[in-house]
Every structure is written in C-alpha cells, then in structure tokens.
C-alpha cells in the first residue's frame, strides 16, 4: 500500500528558515500572510491531500477516465469529482488569487506549498486545477475588466476550470505552424475552427463549464509566431454580461490512453466555429498565452518535486523494515536473522541522493515562487525588474531540473523495493510512470535547455545568471571566515566560476557556429542545476545552524546531506563541463541517412 505523508516539517524549514518568507510577506503587504494563519492553513492542506487525494492515487490509475464518443463527455475516476467539491468547499481553488477577484490573497510562493503536497498526494487529479491557476494569470494580466468578472471569477470561486489550448496534430513546441483560424462575428465575438491535442482537463465531470484559452489565426495575420491571437472559449457561452447560453461548439472528440496519470484527462478538442473572445491584442496572443505557460513551467516542476517526495518516502519506510543480508561491516540488528536494507550503502546512496534532490529542489522552487510575489507586489521598480530576470533564468532550470530528477528519485525509490517495486501492490510503478510526463508536457527538457543557454543566457546576456552569482558571491562573502561552513563555501565559489567561464566559452564558440548552442544545452541546463542546489544545500546548513526552531536531529541531517551532495552528486558537473566542452562536432559529424548503419 502506497501513502503519503505531507512534509511540513520541512516545507517550515525552507519557507520560514531558510528563505524568511515571513519577513518578505510583510515587506510585500501582505497584511493576513500572519505566521498564525500559515501554520494553520498548512495543517488543513496536509490533512485534505493525505485523508482525501492520496487514497484516489490508485484508483485514478486503476479505472482511468472514460469517454463516450456519442455525446463528447468524459467521465473521471471514482471519488476524483466528490475531492474537487471538497476542494471547492475548503477555498483551495482561491488560496493564492487577489481578493478583488473573490480569491484569499495569500502569496504565491506559500501557495507552491500546496501545490507540491497535491502533487505528491496525487498528481492526476492535481492536474484538474493546474491550468485554472495559468488562466487566472493570464485573465489578470491581459483580460478585459468585463472577462474578469465573467470568466474569472467563476475560475477563482472554483465552479469552472481553465485549459490552455496550444498544440495540434501537425505542431507542438512550433507555435508558428498552428492552423486553427478564428472569424469575426457581427457581435463582436470571433468563431473558432480548428483541433487542439494534449489538452489537460479539456473535458471532465468537474463544473459545468470549462474555460479553453485557444491560440488561433485571424485571417489577416501575419505568418509565424508573429501572426497568433488569443481567445476565450467556453464549453458553455456566456455573454458580455454573463448570461449563460447554449452549449458552444466545442467538443471532446477523444482522450489519449497514456503511460501513467490515467486519472487525467488528456483530450482531443475540436472547435467547430465555436464564439470565442479575444483576450489581449490581435496577433499578441503568444505573449499573454506565456504568462500561462511560464507559471505552468513552474508548476510542472513542482511535479517533480511531489512525485520524488512521495517514492522517497515510500522506500525509506520499506528500507527500515525489509530484512536482507548482513552488513557488510558486521550485523547492525544482531537481534534479528538479517539487517534492513537501510544499512546497505548501495540503498543509502538511492535514498540520499532522492533527499538531496527533494529538499534542495523545493528550495530552488519555493525561491523561485517568490520571486513571483515580488515581481507581482513589490513597490521598487529595480526589485522588481531584477526579480523578473533571475525568475525567468530560474523557470527552465526549475522545470527541466526537478522533473529529470524526479524520474530518477521515483527510479531509484523503486529500485529500493527490489521486485516488489516492479509489481503493482506497493504502488511504486505507478508514480515512476506518473512522473515520465513531467519531462515532456510544458516543453520537453531540450525545449527548457534551449531557453535557458540560447534566450536566458544568449539574448539576454545573462542577465539572471548574473544575479544568481551575485547571491553565491553574497553568501560566500559573508560565510568565508565561518570554519564550520568551508566544507561547502569553498567548492561552491569554485563552481561558481567555473560556471562563468563554461557561459564564456560557449559563448564564444557561438559566434564561430549556432549549433554550438544546442549542443551544448542540455549539459549546460544541469550544470546550472547541479550547482544552484549546491547553493541551496549551503544555505540550508547555514540557515538549520542558527535556527532556533531546528532541532539536533536536524541540524546533523542537513548536513550530512548536504555533505553527500557536495561529494557524491556534485562531480557530477565534471562530465557536463567535459561534454560540452567536446563541442558540436561529435553530434552533427555522423550524416543522418547513416544512422542505422
């Protein structure tokens, strides 16, 4: 049996400990984000992902969602509706959206949080709510006042959910091939014609009514991505004055058959001239549709993070109680005919380095949410524009990072299990094949590498890289002389600059070639990943050092981890450097029509 427990202890930790959210939610005005009232609504949202979500894991993926090709429905998994209800009842739906809006208000970065204990509870249904987050981002920023109060109130109150309807059958990543058209009607509203593929939550048994955001073409726009407006559509038609009409023409024409997240429904959309709304300006649809995607991206990431968290949690139990072999050193537990598995150095390596990942990875993440809340509430306009470029470096790194590491957590947790992982009774493979999409769906991990080297790094100068080596510079400056800290301050300054240089080099061998670029991306995506966590587990070590709410037992478990990652996982930069400094060459010398010779 597979369960979860939400790990506040340690989201505290990272939130209150080590990133002061406190002290940034009272800088940023947030008057209600009281320490009192976290604490409080941290408690509730463990209990409703760990009593009411993670007992549905198993069932979504058991019964999977059903689609009646006669009338276009698709009906979700036993219990997935009743827990929406529920979630709808207890206001999650509204946690982190403005209060002007009919939301809570509270920060983003505690509303990650949430997100990754439903992930790790049950990442399927979190799908559900998951673009209703990224259509309220983009009603907020790019809507209309009269879209606000049609389409997102009901968004924020939860009685609708969102989609984001991008890729077709012929395009994905590729915006600029889209085909779908979109025609003027005489009431000022447009009809949409075109199939969207891979769209999360199209249909479902949910709400009543669901809130497609449809990137389509006007018919004089321009080709590319030059050439992309973006359009309101819902399942139901709703007037200028929110009016409930007929249903639209918009309909789930099938659902895909997956490899893991079976409880969420992943669906074919057909817009047959269905009315939609134009959001934002004529053939800038791409802009506001990024605001949905970047805040996706992250969420995704979150993913990640919720699924490793979750197999680790599972395999440490097991390691503590499954009996195989002695110690290599001498029994451990002479009193029992073998030891657990936990002494073994081999389980030890694949439990620590999923610890690693985990509580490293939700400092990167939970920062990188509040890097949000600044941006969004901060009354400084350099804060805010240097928050803006070290979150936009952060999300691919974010994304890609977290979710690569989560399939090699949920690997190694079931790994763990010997066997018994691979059958379905401890429900290990489960979320080793759950955690397969989170690399590809928001942009596959090459689509993130190339955003952070050819756009984050290249266009833009690195401007966010710059400013995450100015917080190293910052931290290794004010720990320098503390002995206790060298162990980490001084490799971590190393990588620093070796990092530096690494973005030079590749930079000057652009100018020679472009292809140098994609060659070297993905290696140097998680040569950034690697050494930001090494930056984070530093801070972590500090911050547990001087907490006076950190326990011993804490204290000496950052460490030792922290220790592991410096030495165990850290090198593992030394083969990225290696490979991208090997260049383009060896990926592009080999002619195509010759690789199956």
Same mark, same amino acid.
């Given at each position: 049996m597979n369960s979860y427990h939400a790990p506040l202890h340690d989201i505290r930790f990272a939130l209150f400990d080590v990133l002061g959210a406190q002290a940034l939610y009272a800088r940023l005005g947030f008057a209600s984000a009281q320490r009192e009232l976290l604490d409080a609504v941290l408690e509730e949202a463990a209990k409703f992902t760990q009593n009411v979500l993670a007992p549905l894991n198993a069932v979504g993926d058991r019964e999977g969602c059903r689609h009646d090709p006669a009338t276009g429905k698709v009906t979700s998994p036993s219990g997935f509706r009743q827990a929406y209800a529920q979630f709808v009842d207890g206001g999650w739906s509204g946690l982190v959206a403005p209060e002007a809006f009919g939301g809570q208000g509270l920060p983003e970065s505690f509303g990650v949080a949430l997100k990754e204990m439903i992930d790790a509870a049950n990442l399927a249904w979190g799908n559900y709510p998951l673009l209703s987050h990224g259509a309220t981002e983009a009603l907020k920023h790019h809507g209309e006042p009269w879209q606000q109060e049609v389409f997102l109130k009901p968004i924020v109150e939860g009685r609708w959910t969102g989609t984001m309807c991008l890729t077709e059958p012929h395009c994905g990543t590729d915006l600029g091939l889209l085909k779908t058209r979109a025609e003027a009607n005489a009431d000022g509203s447009y009809a949409i014609t075109g199939t969207k593929i891979f769209i999360t939550a199209g249909e479902h048994d949910f709400t009543d009514n669901i809130v497609h955001l449809v990137l389509a073409r006007l018919p004089d726009a321009p080709p590319g991505t030059k050439g992309i407006s973006l359009f309101i559509v819902p399942k139901v038609k709703v007037g200028r004055d929110g009016a409930i009409g007929e249903a639209n023409a918009v309909r789930c024409g099938s659902i895909e058959h997956k490899m893991g997240i079976h409880g969420s429904a992943t669906c074919v959309m057909n817009f047959d001239g269905a009315q939609g709304w134009l959001i934002g300006q004529p053939n800038k649809g791409l802009m506001a549709m990024f605001t949905m995607m970047n805040t996706a991206r992250l969420a995704v990431g979150i993913q990640g993070l919720g699924l490793a968290d979750r197999a680790f949690q599972n395999a440490l139990a097991y390691?503590?109680?499954?009996?195989?072999?002695?110690?290599?050193? !001498?029994?451990?537990?002479?009193?029992?005919?073998?030891?657990?598995?936990?002494? /073994?150095?081999?389980?030890?390596?694949?439990?620590?380095?999923?610890?690693?990942? =985990? *509580?490293?990875?939700?400092?990167?993440?939970?920062?990188?949410?509040?890097? %949000?809340?600044?941006?969004?509430?901060?009354?400084?306009?350099?804060?805010?524009?240097?928050?803006?470029?070290?979150?936009?470096?952060?999300?691919?790194?974010?994304?890609?990072?977290?979710?690569?590491?989560?399939?090699?957590?949920?690997? /190694?947790?079931?790994?763990?299990? !010997?066997?018994? &992982?691979?059958?379905?009774?401890? &429900?290990?493979?489960?979320?080793?094949?759950?955690?397969?999409?989170?690399?590809?769906? *928001?942009?596959?991990? !090459?689509?993130?590498?190339?955003?952070?080297?050819?756009?984050?790094?290249?266009?833009?100068? !690195? $401007?966010?890289?710059?400013?995450?080596?100015?917080?190293?510079?910052?931290?290794?400056?004010?720990?320098?002389?503390?002995? $206790?800290?060298?162990?980490?301050?001084?490799?971590?300054?190393?990588?620093?600059?070796?990092?530096?240089?690494?973005?030079?080099? =590749? &930079?000057?061998?652009?100018?020679?070639? $472009?292809?140098? %670029?994609? $060659?070297?991306s993905v290696d140097y995506l998680f040569y950034s990943g690697y050494v930001a966590l090494a930056y984070w587990w530093a801070r972590a070590v500090a911050a547990a050092d001087t907490s006076p709410s950190a326990s011993a037992a804490q204290k000496t478990a950052k460490r030792e981890t922290a220790r592991f990652y410096f030495t165990r996982i850290l090198p593992r930069t030394l083969a990225h450097a290696a490979a991208i400094g090997a260049g383009a060459k060896p990926l592009l010398a080999l002619d195509a029509a010759l690789f199956d010779h």
């Open positions: 390691a503590r109680e499954r009996l195989q072999m002695r110690s290599l050193s !001498g029994a451990k537990f002479p009193d029992k005919p073998a030891d657990p598995i936990i002494v /073994h150095p081999d389980v030890r390596r694949m439990l620590l380095t999923c610890k690693a990942f =985990i *509580e490293g990875g939700r400092l990167l993440s939970y920062h990188a949410a509040t890097l %949000v809340d600044v941006l969004e509430h901060s009354s400084d306009a350099t804060e805010k524009q240097q928050a803006d470029e070290l979150l936009g470096f952060l999300t691919p790194i974010v994304k890609a990072c977290l979710t690569e590491w989560g399939v090699e957590c949920t690997y /190694h947790a079931l790994q763990c299990f !010997g066997g018994h &992982g691979y059958i379905a009774e401890h &429900g290990m493979e489960q979320l080793a094949r759950d955690a397969r999409i989170t690399t590809l769906y *928001e942009g596959t991990t !090459g689509i993130q590498a190339l955003d952070l080297l050819g756009r984050k790094i290249m266009q833009l100068q !690195g $401007a966010g890289l710059q400013r995450f080596l100015a917080m190293i510079q910052d931290f290794c400056t004010q720990h320098g002389d503390a002995a $206790a800290l060298a162990e980490f301050v001084e490799p971590l300054a190393e990588k620093a600059q070796q990092w530096q240089d690494l973005t030079m080099q =590749i &930079g000057r061998r652009a100018m020679a070639n $472009a292809d140098e %670029v994609g $060659a070297a």
